[in-house]
């Protein structure tokens, strides 16, 4: 349990000497995103493709916010967690109630809702163009939009929603979506209100999308439409499953090789997601169980190894 | 009145193409039980292919029966070589291939036709419009809501008075007693996802000289097939076709209006039956 945290740590101070802040900022602020994906996915076993209708409702309404009214950045980021929950909150409603195919189709078509609702009112969103002029946060006479010291503020939020998360899969509710994930059915008969826990996921992984959106909208002073659309849905989830989703340090890995490929395929071509779209089919395809199961079976070889 | 009425022609005629739509998805999704998210761009595959191939052959009718056996085609590849191995893989893995699947088809689009859209012509003898008395009407549209009935009814037929559509309902009943008594399933999946391709593809073609052609008419598709079978019940085909009749209808009216709305709308309806009724228009889970 001691060694994840330990490696976390230190990617998390040497992580800016070796790539570009910019993107360093992102892969924390995308394994937030993450960890919220994961609690639906890998805790209570609900394959949400909507994940992006949190995150991008949160950026634009905090970036408006922040924009238009000049409110306080931490203000702004607070409203984000907030939007984040309780667009979850109506999203989960109307899902919970279906199950199985169904639910990971309404995920997507009220995704669609937000998406072309942001598309459409070009008045706020700035529809295709996306939303510009989202300043950061100053603090104490500190200047955020160093990269560098807002770089120490996603990685030292990042490390707070870690901890958080960590204390709600271990909590008894934590407990209870693991036993609606492993036998709905039991976990209903034995007295749950199964229904409702699941809104409850959908509400906490909200917040967590939220402040993921807000940050992703500081880090780079716009809310672009993608940030709202299915395909960054379909990211997390990349991300979430590469990095292994039975574990809370899944996303986090996860997020690391998802920022990595994309930063590095749409510096080579235009037409990148296409080769993202490969990388999909040959995950699938060649590494079902994600990098997490890969790395444990080397470690249990390797140790097995030393002992002869 | 005859601009309301016009309206209320168009809604049935996009609406039918939303029952096309959906009913391909829901043979895919019910007998296969996989979540397609492949099935937009296969909608939009149909539409170049039939552009492309009357272009090339020179005549609308031999490329509108053409195009969608390529789209088949192609559907029967995709089961063949990718979705056959994944059905022991869960919804997740599922998801995520067939997502990988219709990012790849729909960069190719880009890459083979071009980012910018184009329009199309339905052929000579459909051109202009018809009087039906309360309104002058496009004759093409006309065509398109009778040819989609008539798909409609073909696979109707297909499944309520064939053999082989007995053993599709009954593979999405119960796929174990399939199987156990003796039917070949591996089989059976093929030619469902091949039929639903099919079914996405000849939506497409016919949608091709209405909405003309452009790479993001996959993805916009691919939500509205998926309000249909969430609103319609999967394998029902009663459902798909009044599920895709009331959002068309709704949309077309609501685009008279408020342009704007005009894909919204389609949403906006799905969440609101949902709110009356959770569990779909005929009630089943």
Not at chain 1, 90 to 117: D, E, K, P
Not at chain 2, 123 to 139: N, Q, S, V
Request: glycine share 12%; aromatic share 14%; proline share 4%.
């Amino acid at each position: 349990m001691k060694k994840p945290i330990i490696l976390i740590l230190a990617a998390v101070l040497l992580l800016p000497f070796l790539v570009r802040p910019a993107i360093a900022s992102e892969i924390w602020l995308f394994a937030i995103f993450g960890l919220g994906a994961n609690l639906l996915l890998g805790y209570t076993g609900l394959l949400s493709f909507g994940q992006a209708t949190f995150f991008g409702s949160a950026a634009y309404i905090a970036g408006w916010m922040m924009k238009v009214h000049g409110i306080n950045a931490f203000l702004a980021l607070a409203a984000g967690v907030g939007v984040g929950a309780a667009s979850a909150a109506v999203v989960g409603y109307l899902c919970v109630q279906r199950s199985g195919l169904y639910f990971i189709m309404l995920t997507f078509a009220l995704n669609q809702l937000f998406y072309f609702t942001a598309y459409q009112w070009t008045s706020i969103t700035g529809g295709e163009d996306g939303m510009p002029g989202v300043p950061r946060p100053v603090l104490l006479g500190i200047d955020f939009k160093d990269p560098l010291v807002y770089y120490a503020f996603v990685s030292l939020l990042f490390l707070i929603s870690l901890y958080l998360m960590r204390r709600i899969v271990e909590s008894p509710l934590g407990k209870i979506l693991q036993a609606i994930r492993e036998n709905e059915v039991r976990a209903e008969a034995v007295g749950y209100d199964v229904p409702r826990f699941k809104l409850l996921a959908f509400v906490i992984g909200g917040a967590f999308s939220g402040l993921a959106g807000v940050l992703y909208a500081m880090l780079f002073g716009i809310v672009p439409l993608e940030s709202i659309g299915f395909v960054f849905s379909g990211n997390v989830i990349f991300a979430t499953l590469i990095g292994g989703s039975g574990s809370l340090y899944g996303p986090v890995i996860g997020s690391f090789v998802f920022i990595w490929l994309s930063e590095s395929m749409s510096t080579v071509w235009a037409r990148w997601p296409l080769l993202l779209g490969v990388a999909f089919v040959l995950v699938v395809m060649f590494l079902r169980g994600g990098v997490v199961e890969a790395w444990t079976r080397f470690w249990s070889w390797r140790s097995s190894k030393q002992r002869t | 009145m005859s601009f309301v009425a016009a309206q209320i022609l168009n809604g049935i005629a996009t609406g039918m193409l939303y029952a096309l739509m959906g009913l391909g998805l829901s043979l895919i999704t019910g007998i296969l039980n996989i979540p397609n998210f492949a099935h937009g761009a296969l909608f939009a595959i149909g539409a170049y292919f039939l552009v492309s191939s009357a272009l090339i052959i020179g005549n609308f009718w031999v490329a509108l029966l053409v195009a969608p056996i390529g789209v088949a085609i192609l559907g029967l590849v995709i089961e063949y070589a990718g979705i056959r191995r994944l059905y022991a893989a869960g919804h997740d893995y599922q998801l995520l291939f067939t997502f990988g699947l219709a990012l790849i088809l729909s960069e190719s689009i880009i890459l083979i036709w071009g980012p910018v859209g184009s329009s199309y012509l339905p052929p000579e003898i459909l051109r202009g419009g018809a009087d039906l008395g309360f309104t002058m009407y496009p004759k093409y549209r006309l065509f398109v809501m009778v040819a989609a009935g008539l798909l409609v009814f073909a696979t109707w037929l297909f499944l309520e008075k064939t053999r082989y559509g007995a053993i599709m309902r009954a593979g999405i009943e119960n796929k174990e007693m399939v199987s156990l008594l003796g039917i070949d399933i591996k089989m059976l999946f093929t030619v469902a996802f091949a039929l639903g391709a099919y079914l996405a593809g000849i939506a497409g073609a016919l949608t091709a000289p209405i909405r003309g052609l452009n790479p993001g008419m996959g993805p916009d598709m691919l939500g509205i097939a998926f309000v249909v079978v969430a609103l319609g019940g999967l394998g029902n085909l009663l459902g798909a076709i009044a599920a895709g009749l009331i959002i068309g209808v709704a949309q077309a009216l609501v685009a008279a209006y408020w342009t704007e709305a005009s894909t919204v709308v389609i949403y906006a309806v799905m969440a609101v039956i949902l709110l009356v009724r959770p569990q779909g228009l005929f009630g089943i889970r």
